[in-house]
């Protein structure tokens, strides 16, 4: 099986997709070489390392599948998945995968598109993306983790969407959703100017198997540092707080065990770490903006409808 395979079909699942295309537009995505389009979006095979690559764009690498190594210049990163990378033009970086199944949606965006309009607003805004975009923060580089209600993925779903039903051109609706996708990037306050490195690699892995009886205080003692120490090195590294990633966790077991089981939810939310029925049912609504007896109903509705 190709690793591009491994890209989730319901990316491509537009209505009346298949029928203007005739077939699966994933192989059209595969390994495409770069146009001179001011946009450009590509599925990268990772079953071989990318090596000795400079941008001459503004790179948007974001892990849809499993886990990669982003090294930018002299700093090596770790992308989890539904995390993105914003690398600059004349940034040299490589890309190696973590894990088989590890797949990137790349979307290139050329500086041509920021000179006049709309886009040349966005550049010139004060926000973090913008201002990394500038060359004003610290690094040519910025890592970027997605929301608990997978705002980052589902826009950037519409964009890779929108991209093949204009015949793979940067049309003005792929522009518009570019746009947002930007706008969005902007308003996302997740970001971290280092990245994962493998200390914080091993942490989040702890998190993640432990998520059910993990806790900041513990985590901390654990790597030898006060509370309010390790909270400030998770935010800066994660760009997210310990607690929130612990939260994160503990939401995506529940979900696969929503899914993928028949448990009484109470059992689950005990599971994953909630003594509390009504504290689990409240954090699931707030993230999810439904309950868990609704999230299950739905995914099996789309489930038998699919």
Known sequence: MSLYENVSEDWFSLPGIREIFGDDPRPKLHGREPTTDDIFIAIQDMSRPIEGRVCDCYELAFVQNGRASCTVGDDELFLLENSLCLICPGS?????????????????????????????????????VSQTMRGQSPHRYLVIS?????????????????????????????????????????????????GLDRQMM????????????????????????????????????????????????????????????????????????????SHFNRIFRKTYRMSPAEYRSF???????S
């Open 146 to 194: 997605d929301t608990h209600d997978n705002l980052l993925r589902r826009s950037l779903r519409a964009l890779v969407r929108e991209y093949v039903h204009s015949e793979y051109r940067a049309s003005f609706m792929v522009q518009g959703c570019a746009l947002i996708l930007l706008a969005q990037l902007a308003q996302i306050d997740t970001y971290s100017f280092f």
């Open 299 to 305: 995914v099996a509705a789309l489930s038998r409808h």
């Open 202 to 277: 091993e942490i989040v892995d702890y998190i993640h198997e432990h998520c059910d009886t993990v806790s900041v205080s513990s985590l901390a003692a654990q790597c030898g540092y006060s509370v309010a120490y390790f909270s400030r090195l998770v935010r800066s590294r994660c760009g997210m707080g310990a607690n929130e990633l612990i939260v994160s966790a503990r939401l995506n077991r529940a979900r696969g065990l929503l899914i993928n089981s028949d448990l009484p939810i109470q059992d689950i939310a005990s599971m994953v770490g909630y003594a509390s029925y």
């Open 92 to 128: 040299p970086y490589e890309l190696v995968a973590n894990e088989v199944r590890t797949v990137v949606i790349e979307v290139c965006l050329r500086p041509s598109l920021f000179e006049s309009g709309v886009f040349a607003h966005y550049l010139a805004s004060d926000n973090t």
